[in-house]
């Protein structure tokens, strides 16, 4: 198995609203804006994971802060995308040196 147990997809969509505090047609929104993949079973309903769950709440987040779902997105990746760069130059394996002060 090579998926974690955070990215297992278990939770059906009215469980995912109720986590998040969301209606379930804000989830389809996410979804329609490309902000959420969710998994499919083979009948076609959303499963979520609570990696799912937990961008989920990010954005809706950054949505409570007045930022627009386009720009939430936006932040998210930029912030995903930081916080592995940083693992990977705290492990040792980036290939980048972390920069100097001037």
């Known amino acids: 198995m090579d998926q974690t147990p955070e990215a297992l997809p278990t939770y059906s969509m009215a469980v995912a609203a109720e986590l998040v505090g969301v209606p379930a047609a804000t989830l389809r929104l996410y979804e329609r804006k490309g902000l959420l993949t969710p998994a499919r079973t083979d009948g076609g309903t959303r499963r979520y994971s609570a ?4 961008r989920m709440r990010r954005i809706a987040d ?3 802060d007045g930022v627009n779902l386009a720009a939430a997105g936006k932040v998210i990746d930029l912030q995903d995308e930081n916080a592995s760069l940083r693992r990977e130059l705290e492990s040792g394996d980036g290939r980048a040196e972390p920069p100097r002060p001037t």
Do not use: K
């Not at 990696?51 to 937990?54: A, C, F, P, Y």
């Open 51 to 54: 990696d799912d769950i937990r």
């Open 62 to 64: 950054l949505q409570g």
